[in-house]
């Protein structure tokens, strides 16, 4: 099916956050534009009031009467809903088009210039940025994201551009779809391995995709990665680091909340880059997104201008309150390195300051395969609180629990454990000179409640 031969679209698990930017691109090209999701949320609840129609039962007299005409519907569906699920078996059974949304933005990468970015964390804030930077310049962009931009209040930046920027997933690898014609790859360290199983397959997972970059666009690659790329004849390849590579930082001055750097670059060097959101691990989030950017056209000037304005994304290193006498935020770090690097750059942004995290471990298997890992992570902070584990697709393993962690925290490092349903409460009873929810659940919804508590404190 030509995408351009589509009347209505139908999302089978319509909430996500890449998969509402999708509905979006189609809800302002003027399709009807249906779906199913489990819970009601923000997310669906405003896609309702731009014209989607949403229902949270699984129930086929729901689906509207536009989306069942085979001939010009488009079903596509995450990765996440169940084979057995009600309505993505009545389109199988009748013959529809069925993608998954990684095959849409792979479709896209044909008819686009596709500026990807892949990894196994930093690709939402570098897929960010560089939408940023593309959009304010002269180039402009489309761009699909993996997070709600602050710049613009939404995952998503519709233009006439021939370039689109997307974050390149390679849960379920469903970046194998896309054919970049540039990208970065932030980071390879293992993940997802109830999808891959060893790490040896998750690297070659990157390997493969590297391969899709098409002749004539480049990759831009973090140095020293344990992946080892292999690309089409008439590929350029460029590595970045924060402080050596074709691509890095000089002369980093960290001073009251500002971050400055300047930009060395094999095209052009672009000196005093201001960083609109001062957080250490952005330094290197940005070389990558500024390289990207600059390969394809944008002046000094431009990019300069597109990191001093660049204002975050939604759950990133998300600052929510931020006094001489108390800094609260959430991050949706929920990765062992992540978490990593979130915590050594709120340790190098509040050296004198006690921290305190809240992190409410992501899926089973992962809590299982890297528990450790986490632990030692944790451990640069001053105090942890752990919750139960949110399992999001997953059903409970035996033994797999947040006490794995727990006990696994370094000496030193004032641990407790808590039921999610009790932050609140524990959050009324004790000070705070920084504190940071941690996790990708659904804890952040509590962030705004908490946020209320520590203001009226």
């Known amino acids: 099916m030509n995408i351009n031969d589509i009347k209505s679209v139908y999302f089978v698990g319509a909430g996500g956050i890449g998969m509402s930017a999708i509905a979006r691109y189609f809800l302002k090209k003027g399709l009807v534009v249906g779906g199913y999701d489990k819970t009601p949320s923000d997310l669906t609840r405003q896609l309702e009031k731009e014209g989607m129609f949403i229902h949270y039962e699984e129930d086929i007299n729901q689906i509207p009467q536009a989306c069942k005409n085979k001939q010009e519907c488009l079903v596509i569906y995450t990765p996440a809903i169940p084979a057995e699920h009600k309505e993505l078996c009545y389109f199988q059974e009748n013959g529809f088009e069925i993608q998954k949304r990684a095959q849409v933005l792979g479709t896209l990468t044909k008819t686009h210039k596709g500026l990807c970015v892949a990894g196994t964390h930093g690709k939402t804030t570098t897929s960010t940025m560089c939408a940023h930077i593309m959009h304010q310049s002269h180039l402009d962009c489309n761009a699909f994201l993996g997070g709600i931009s602050k710049n613009y209040g939404t995952n998503y930046i519709l233009s006439d551009s021939d370039y689109v920027v997307i974050e390149a997933d390679e849960f379920d690898r469903s970046f194998h779809w896309l054919r970049p014609w540039m990208s970065v ?41 344990e992946m080892k790329e292999h690309l089409q004849d008439g590929v350029r390849r460029y590595d970045y680091s924060l402080n050596e590579g074709d691509f890095h930082a000089e002369n980093i001055r960290i001073e009251n909340g500002e971050i400055t750097f300047d930009f060395i670059s094999p095209i052009e060097n672009v000196k005093d880059v201001n960083l609109g959101q001062p957080i250490p691990i952005n330094i290197e989030n940005g070389i990558a997104a500024m390289a990207m950017a600059q390969l394809n056209g944008c002046t000094a000037e431009e990019l300069k201008y597109g990191m001093q304005t660049y204002g975050g994304v939604d759950r990133r290193f998300d600052f929510k309150i931020k006094t001489d006498k108390l800094v609260f935020l959430s991050d949706y770090a929920h990765h062992p390195k992540e978490i990593y690097q979130s915590a050594r750059s709120i340790r190098e942004l509040y050296k004198d300051k006690h921290i305190t995290a809240i992190f409410q471990p992501h899926l089973y298997t992962r809590t299982r395969d890297f528990y450790k890992d986490f632990a030692d992570a944790l451990s640069q902070l001053d105090e942890v609180i752990l919750t139960e584990i949110y399992p999001a697709r997953e059903l409970p393993i035996e033994g797999v629990t947040s006490k794995l962690i727990y006990d696994n925290l370094k000496p030193g490092v004032k641990k407790e454990m808590i039921q999610k349903g009790d932050v609140l409460n524990f959050v009324k009873s004790h000070s705070f000179e920084v504190l940071i929810v941690l996790g990708a659940g659904d804890l952040d919804n509590q962030v705004p409640e908490i946020a209320n508590i520590l203001n009226s404190k």
Do not use: W
């Open 185 to 225: 790859i932030t980071s390879t360290d293992p993940d997802h391995l109830d999808i891959y199983g060893t790490k040896d397959a998750y690297l070659e997972s990157f390997r493969h995709y590297s391969e899709l970059i098409q002749p004539g666009g480049a990759l831009i690659i973090h140095r020293n990665l």
